[in-house]
């Protein structure tokens, strides 16, 4: 069955429906998700999935677009907020300098922050990256990321770009992008990356893949993208959804 190790459930566009949705993620084949949060409302909201969904695992912590809001009293309540049992992960925490704002300064001094509270608290990293490829890996490399291990969330950049996280252990998140006639570069990616490093997910309510490009995704689209990776790798539709299901559990220590 499919893992979707991220998507955001919380956000308003399930408030209709999120409920029935959810209930039926297993009878369409999909084992479980990783509600990740985006900020410390969005974290409460995550924890608050995780307790009412036993399929439902959670990550908490601060997208680099909302640390501006972030103080040490914030860490201190996602470090306590870590130790419980369903919360997997630190994240989706980085860097993200599509918008001006916040400043770089403050997003690379929250990005470390939060890099530390997850070896502070032994759990692995979501990592956010958006048109900052250069300063996410010198500030990951600098600060030893490889020892703390986790995804580069949408991975978005070259097959260069991804030798290096894959040589420091991490493990990539593909998802509905890859099935887009102009995702060349992800698409060359994906045929060189190992399988044994790749991860499922959906960024939903974003990112819904072909043919559903543009409406709100969620977990029950992910079949689009098995189908594209086993296209792009040669191997089966099953063999893609049983490795990455096992990578999803083993880099959430499941």
Not at 50 to 68: K, S
Not at 107 to 120: D, G, I, N, T, Y
Not at 122 to 146: C, F, G, N, Q, Y
Not at 153 to 163: L, P
Request: glycine share 8%.
């Amino acid at each position: 069955m499919i893992f979707d190790t991220h998507s955001h459930y919380d956000d308003e566009q399930f408030d209709e429906d999120r409920e029935e949705l959810l209930n039926s993620m297993q009878t369409h084949g999909v084992e479980a998700v990783t509600n990740i949060g985006s900020s410390l409302a969005a974290s409460r909201r995550t924890i608050g999935l995780t307790e009412q969904y036993p399929f439902v695992y959670g990550a908490i912590g601060v997208h680099p677009n909302e640390v501006g809001e972030l103080e040490e009293d914030g860490i201190a309540w996602l470090k306590e907020m870590c130790a419980l049992p369903k919360i997997v992960a630190v994240g989706e925490i980085g860097l993200d300098y599509y918008w001006d704002e916040p400043g770089h300064d403050i997003q690379k001094k929250w990005f470390e922050r939060q890099l530390e509270l997850a070896r502070e608290v032994k759990l692995p990293v979501v990592i956010h990256s958006r048109d900052a490829a250069k300063d996410t890996l010198d500030m990951m490399k600098a600060l030893h990321a490889e020892k703390i291990g986790g995804v580069i969330h949408c991975f978005s950049y070259t097959k260069e770009m991804a030798r290096e996280y894959l040589n420091m252990g991490f493990y990539l998140g593909i998802g509905g992008v890859v099935t887009f006639k102009n995702a060349k570069k992800l698409k060359e990616v994906v045929e060189y990356m190992p399988m044994e490093q790749m991860v499922l997910e959906t960024d939903c309510p974003y990112l819904s893949p072909v043919p559903n490009r543009g409406k709100r995704n969620s977990s029950l689209n992910l079949p689009y993208v098995v189908e594209e990776v086993a296209r792009i790798k040669g191997i089966s539709e099953d063999e893609v959804i049983e490795i990455t299901n096992r990578n999803a559990k083993t880099m959430y220590r499941l």
